[in-house]
Each structure stands twice: as structure tokens, then as C-alpha cells.
């Protein structure tokens, strides 16, 4: 049972295997907001800036993490259109199209920030990372 933050990741990321299963998105997010992530508000502004922090600014990274979040957001809050879980493969058409291109795009996206993240753990041997908010005068 995991019991810090980046247990919480690595619990989140060995469930991302079955590039098919449209759960994917979901459990990476978990993993990575469980790193970066503190409080309800703000949630994609916690994961640029504190990402940031450890992996610099490139303007792409910026691009495609909003992507990601935006695509977690439309399927959570439910304006994505998807097929239901037991239906005839000529019926999610649609679906297909979409997973396609932009689905795909932000999973990689959550995939590579998360285990990048873990990674960066590693390296540092610790279990947990604090953020701190400083302003430069």
C-alpha cells in the first residue's frame, strides 16, 4: 500500500500498460498529480510550474502538457463523446478518430512526464518533493 507521494506515483504507473485500455489517462494523471498536485485549485498551473521547476521550459513541453490536461479534463468532465465498453467495433468510429490523434498525443504526454518524474526521484534518492513558491525582485 503506498504511503507518500511517490509511492502513490509508482502504484498509479503500473497500472498504464494496455496502450488500448482508455484508463491510461487516468491512472497517469493520478501518478502525476500525486507528485505535483497539493490542492483542488489551480491543477494544471501545480503541474506546469512545478514540472518546470525540475525539467526547465521548453515551449513544446508547455504546449503539449496543456494538451493533456485539456484531453483528461474533456474526458472527466464529460464532454468527450466515447463508446460504451461493450459495443460492436463499426459503432466508436468516432472515438477512433479522436484516440487516434489526440488522445494518444496526451497519453504519451502523461506517460513520459510521469515516469520522467519517478525517474527524477530516483536520482535524487528521496520519496517526496516539496515546492516552494519564491518571487525574484
Known amino acids: 500500500m503506498a504511503t507518500n ?3 502513490r506515483a509508482l502504484s498509479a504507473l503500473t497500472y498504464i500498460y494496455d496502450c488500448y485500455s482508455y484508463e491510461d489517462l487516468f491512472y497517469s494523471m493520478i501518478g502525476i498529480e500525486a507528485i505535483y498536485v497539493r490542492s483542488k485549485e489551480g491543477i494544471l498551473q501545480q503541474i506546469k510550474d512545478k514540472s518546470k521547476s525540475i525539467f526547465g521550459e521548453p515551449k513544446d513541453y508547455m504546449k503539449r502538457l496543456k494538451h493533456m490536461y485539456n484531453v483528461r479534463s474533456r474526458f472527466i468532465h464529460g464532454e468527450l463523446n466515447f463508446p460504451p465498453r461493450y459495443c460492436p467495433d463499426g459503432d466508436t ?3 477512433f478518430q479522436f484516440s487516434d490523434k489526440e488522445y494518444f498525443d496526451a497519453l504519451n504526454m ?3 512526464l ?3 518524474s519517478i525517474q527524477q526521484f530516483i536520482l535524487m534518492d528521496t520519496d517526496e518533493i516539496e515546492f516552494e513558491l519564491k518571487v525574484k525582485i
Open 114 to 116: 510521469l515516469i520522467a
Open 110 to 112: 502523461a506517460q513520459a
Open 93 to 95: 468510429q468516432e472515438f
Open 5 to 7: 507521494s511517490i509511492e
